[in-house]
Every structure is written in C-alpha cells, then in structure tokens.
C-alpha cells in the first residue's frame, strides 16, 4: 500500500471512530433525556402497547403439541401438557432445596417419551445441607414418579441440569 | 425467576407455547428493535407495526428454530426482513438499493443542538444510502453485533458485510466531517 493510501486509510479508520463513538455517546443523552422529551417518553407508550398487542396476537395461535403414547391404550399426552406438569410438580421440592426449575426438556421419538432434561437453577450459594447431586438425583427421581403416574412408565432417560446459580445482587 | 432465565431458555420454553417466556423475550428485545427499526425506516409510524410482525413471525417459527444462531441474531434477521418487505410494499417500482427518503431524524426539539445537528446530518446520509448499508453500519458501530452476526442478520457473507461498512465509513467520514472537534 502506498504512503497517501496509508494515510488515507488511517484517516478513515479514524473518523470512522469518531462517528461511531460520537452516535453511541449522542445515542446514550438521547435514552437520559427520555424523561423530559416527549418523542422518546412516547417510546415506553410504544412499547407497552407492542407487548399488548403481541400478546394478544399469540393468545390466538396456539402451539400444536407432539402426542405421547401412555401405558394405557387409547390415552395420549402431549409433550407440552407433560412439560407443563412436570415443571408444576418439580417446582416445590425445588424450591426445597434452594433451587428452580428453569425448563423441561422433552424428546419424543415415533410418539414415545425418550428423554427428559431438567434444567434447574440453584438459588443462593449459601453452604448447602446436601451437595448439587444429592439435589439433582432426588429431583430425577420426582420426575420418573410423575412420569409412572402420567405415562405409565418411566424408561425415559431423565437427567438434571445445574444450568446456573443466581446469587444476591446479581 | 423468569427474567432471569437467558434467551435460549426462554425461546425453548416459547417453542412449547409459554407465553410468559415469550413475553419476557418481547420486554428484553422490543425496546432495541424498535429503536434499529426506527434507525433503518423512514416512517416513524409504521415501526411499531414492523416490530409486532417481527416478534409474531417469531412466535410461528419458534417450533422450528433449531438455535443454530442466538436467538436475539435471528430476531434481527427478521426484523431486517420485515424492514425490507415493507421497504418493497412503499415503493413497489423502486430499487432497494437507491433509497433517497430521510429516515426519522432522530431526537427533535428540545435537545441541544449540538447532537441534534449531527445525528440529522448523519441520518440524512445513511438514509441515501441502500438498506444492507444502514443496517450494517447501525448494527456493527452502535449495537456493537459481530461482523459474522450482522451477516446472519442480512443474510449475505463475512465479506459483503466489511465491504458495506468501509464504503459506509468512508463516505460519513467526509460528509460528518465538518462536525468533528
């Protein structure tokens, strides 16, 4: 590259800079004016009046569930009926151990419940009467419970996932 | 407990038709789409509804999401396609490439002049220019996106996406040069 091609490049790169760190740092005053502009206060109207209008929206398209086939003929769950009870029925005993229950997790192959992935949040990082896979474990096993109750069997695979921990001031 | 999951969390719980989830996903992504919408379409009214079919387009085509991008990457990449369906629905006849109206100037009256006048300036520039152009100069210089991002976003390459922000930055770097300190 040339010396004036240099120069010119270097001359770019730097007002490009400028321009950038100008428009985010204008960008930044605008957001702190938000409470005496007028145009910007009209953001929040806006965006409250989106998270309506979007949920309503949705509430009018309802998923469409995989179907579980259970022990007993003629008796099917879907697999968002499955993970909404296990989630339902997972969150007290979580919480007894200082935990929650981030999702669940299921694999459904030909109609039949493979494998089940609890993610769960500890809560806390006070010193813990039990460890991570005591918790974990008791927790599987309130899971292949429901499952027996629901589904008639528990083969699946069910594994508890220690996603992250939420600690005081985070 | 919910505004603490993260995005991929959340969107997996969407998928089955959690609501709640999804509308954690709105709180924390609509105020910066509305704002890259806004920066992107010239009619300041029409942005919110560009946003709406974003996250609606994102709520049918969660159960197919294979999480392949971050969640907040696709929602751009459909937000900018819901910008560019709209783009082609104003001006049915026109080139996408050659967009000659002004986009929203910005913050209006009563902020100081000082910013006032250079963020007209700077969007009276980047509205002349084509929307991949904009976009990516929005998303790489104020949103702070990775090249490789922005290129999901527009659907183009690494490549097209540095070509589009050298030519962007070498034509603002002489047209804003008057506002420099």
Request: proline fraction near 4%.
């Amino acid at each position: 590259m040339s010396t004036a091609a240099e120069d010119d490049y270097e001359a770019t790169a730097e007002a490009a800079a400028w321009i950038a760190a100008a428009t985010r740092k204008f960008a930044g005053l605008a957001e702190m004016d938000a409470a005496t502009d007028p145009r910007w206060a009209e953001t929040s109207s806006a965006l409250s009046a989106l998270r309506t209008g979007i949920a309503q929206r949705i509430s009018a398209l309802p998923r469409q569930g995989k179907m579980i086939r259970t022990a007993r003929r003629g008796i099917g769950v879907s697999h968002i009926a499955l993970a909404k009870l296990l989630t339902a029925a997972l969150a007290e005993p979580a919480a007894s151990v200082a935990a929650a229950v981030a999702d669940v997790e299921l694999t459904v192959t030909d109609h039949a419940l493979t494998a089940v992935r609890i993610h769960l949040i500890g809560i806390g990082a006070d010193e813990r009467a039990r460890t991570y896979l005591q918790d974990g474990d008791a927790l599987r096993h309130d899971a292949a419970q429901v499952l027996d109750e629901t589904l008639g069997d528990h083969t699946a695979e069910i594994t508890a996932i220690w996603d992250d921990v939420v600690v005081a001031g985070r | 407990m919910l505004d603490s999951l993260p995005d991929e969390t959340l969107a997996r719980r969407a998928q089955r038709g959690d609501s709640a989830a999804f509308d954690v996903l709105v709180v924390r992504h609509a105020p910066a789409l509305l704002k890259f919408v806004r920066q992107t379409y010239p009619v300041a009214s029409d942005c919110d509804d560009i946003v709406q079919e974003t996250f609606i387009a994102a709520w049918k085509a969660l159960p197919t999401f294979a999480f392949r991008a971050q969640f907040r990457t696709w929602l751009y990449s459909l937000a900018s396609r819901k910008t560019i369906d709209a783009l082609r629905r104003r001006r049915p006849q026109g080139d996408l490439d050659a967009a000659p109206e002004a986009v929203d100037a910005g913050p209006g009256p009563g902020q100081r002049a000082e910013y006032a006048d250079f963020l007209a300036a700077l969007d009276r520039e980047l509205a002349g220019m084509p929307y991949p152009a904009r976009a990516a100069w929005w998303l790489r210089e104020v949103y702070d996106l990775p090249i490789a991002e922005i290129a999901t976003v527009l659907h183009t390459t690494e490549g097209s996406v540095r070509g589009l922000l050298q030519r962007t930055r070498k034509r603002l770097a002489t047209t804003l040069a008057e506002f420099r300190p």
